[in-house]
């Protein structure tokens, strides 16, 4: 089920995080992930309109909204290609209508499920903590 965050989830989705970050983002290094981890507890997750993905009474994965835009979508590798992804965007969509994301180039895994979705490229630019190309896209509800 998709329900709202509660603080008692964020270590268990810090590590979802991780985990899923070491698989689509293998071009960013350990010391820049862990690096991120408090920004995760402290800034992002209290700051953003987070919605937990909660199977068999275990977090396992999250979609953080701010405003329009989606600043993190990330599942348990587990279960990953499960649907869970479409159903955290489409219920983003229900609730903001169009939708934006920023996704590295080089995260394959994002950019396909993105393209799949129907977002489209919007603009490219250079992430300044990482030095990687990042990609903006946009979604428009019908």
């Known amino acids: 089920m998709i329900r709202e965050f509660k603080a008692?989830?964020?270590?268990?989705?810090?590590?979802?995080?991780?985990?899923?970050?070491?698989?689509a983002h293998p071009f960013l290094s350990s010391a820049f992930l862990d690096s991120?981890?408090?920004a995760l507890?402290?800034?992002?997750?209290?700051?953003?309109?987070?919605?937990?993905v909660e199977l068999n009474a275990r977090p396992v994965g999250f979609i953080a909204l701010i405003g329009s835009e989606i600043g993190g979508?990330?599942?348990?590798?587990?279960i990953q290609r499960s649907g869970w992804?479409?159903?955290m965007v489409d219920h983003a969509l229900a609730l903001k209508?169009?939708?934006?994301?920023?996704?590295?180039e080089k995260n394959n895994i994002g950019r396909s499920f993105y393209n799949q979705y129907g977002f489209v490229e919007t603009h490219r630019y250079i992430h300044e903590l990482t030095g990687?190309?990042?990609?903006?896209?946009?979604?428009?509800a019908s």
């Open 132 to 140: 990687e190309t990042a990609i903006k896209m946009h979604f428009i």
């Open 97 to 104: 209508g169009d939708l934006h994301v920023e996704v590295f």
């Open 85 to 87: 992804g479409h159903k």
């Open 73 to 78: 979508l990330f599942l348990d590798p587990d």
């Open 8 to 23: 008692s989830d964020t270590e268990a989705l810090i590590n979802v995080w991780r985990r899923a970050s070491d698989i």
């Open 41 to 52: 507890r402290d800034i992002y997750f209290p700051n953003a309109e987070t919605w937990t």
């Open 36 to 38: 991120q981890a408090p």
